[in-house]
């Protein structure tokens, strides 16, 4: 499922992420959607993504966080172990 970011610029760092979660101008899920669609279209020339979790960061998304990052979406290089993948 696709959401659309709220008004204004999409956020692209970490840091205007973040401002944006505390904000409320997105959710953690809108910004998985972001990356996942982002990561989607370029994937396919560098092949970064062996093994994609999508479904999983969306779960994750809706649960319950902590933290000075928390919400904001980051990708594991997949040549480190990772519980459940």
């Not at 760092?13 to 904000?23: C, F, G, H, I, P």
Request: glycine share 8%; proline share 9%; hydrophobic share 40%.
């Amino acid at each position: 499922m696709t959401t659309t970011l709220s008004a204004g610029p999409a956020p692209t760092d970490m840091m205007d992420m973040r401002e944006a979660l505390a904000s409320g101008r997105v959710t953690a899920s809108m910004l998985v959607d972001q990356a996942i669609v982002r990561a989607e279209a370029v994937n396919p020339q560098p092949n970064f993504s062996a093994c994609p979790t999508s479904e999983r960061a969306r779960t994750q998304a809706d649960g319950p966080r902590s933290g000075a990052l928390a919400g904001i979406p980051t990708l594991i290089k997949d040549m480190l172990p990772e519980k459940g993948i």
